[in-house]
Nanobody
Framework: QVQLVESGGGLVQAGGSLRLSCAAS????????MGWFRQAPGKEREFVAT????????EYADSVKGRFTVSRDNAKNTVYLQMNSLKSDDTAVYYC????????????WGQGTQVTVSS
């Protein structure tokens, strides 16, 4: 049974930082690309960042480039999202997801963690 469990969310002031973690189990973590997504109230879920299975390639949404950094530790089956210079627009539920390489769809999703940025 695959499980992705996010943690690290919370309430932070604008300009602050948070680091989200996503611990994976039940899958060969090192074989999967990992992504971060978010969904704000009343909005559709949107892509935030992704990191390839090897950790050697990353992609970011334009809205977070230069502020967020995705990384992974395959020995710990964990992917991270370091979020700096947070803005009120970053307020959302953040989800991690796993995708087998060369596939377009993310097969596994976590339950999400709330990030609230106060202005």
């Amino acid at each position: 049974q695959v499980q992705l469990v996010e943690s690290g969310g919370g309430l932070v002031q604008a300009g602050g930082s948070l680091r989200l973690s996503c611990a994976a189990s039940g899958l060969a973590f090192g074989n999967y690309d990992m992504g971060w997504f978010r969904q704000a109230p009343g909005k559709e879920r949107e892509f935030v960042a992704t990191i390839r299975w090897s950790g050697r390639s990353t992609e970011y949404a334009d809205s977070v480039k230069g502020r967020f950094t995705v990384s992974r530790d395959n020995a710990k089956n964990t992917v991270y999202l370091q979020m700096n210079s947070l803005k009120s627009d970053d307020t959302a539920v953040y989800y991690c997801a796993a995708r087998f390489p060369l596939r377009n769809d993310y097969a596994y999703w976590g339950q999400g963690t709330q990030v609230t940025v106060s202005s």
